[in-house]
């Protein structure tokens, strides 16, 4: 099994940041994608940035300019920093990625327990 074990939520200020980290721990051979999710009560989960094993990135365009993903392929972690926070962030935070854990296995979808990130005016 593989676990995702997400830190780095809280509260902060607009216009503060914060980091986010998601560590992946398990029975893991290799990871592809790696992605940050967010979700408020009601609505949807949206993908908010998302990182290819070959560090190519995409954002939702709400974030563009004030979020950056990275991922540390050695540790296998991936990264949230968040920049010039609105409260429209405040939301739970919920890290993916998907997980061969033996080779040629299919690849499985894993996600973290989710953070909580709010964001005061």
């Known amino acids: 099994q593989v676990q995702l074990v997400e830190s780095g939520g809280g509260l902060v200020q607009a216009g503060g940041s914060l980091r986010l980290s998601c560590a992946a721990s398990g029975r893991i051979f290799s990871i592809n994608a790696m992605g940050w999710y967010r979700q408020v009560p009601g609505k949807q989960r949206e993908l908010v940035a998302g990182i290819t094993r070959g560090g190519v990135t995409s954002y939702a365009d709400s974030v563009k300019g004030r979020f950056t993903i990275s991922r540390d392929g050695a540790k296998n972690t991936v990264y949230l920093q968040m920049n010039s926070l609105k409260p429209e962030d405040t939301a739970v935070y919920y890290c993916?990625?998907?997980?061969?854990?033996?080779?040629?296995?299919?690849?499985?979808?894993?996600w973290g327990q989710g953070t909580q990130v709010t964001v005061s005016s």
């Open positions: 993916n990625a998907d997980v061969r854990g033996v080779p040629l296995e299919p690849w499985a979808d894993y």
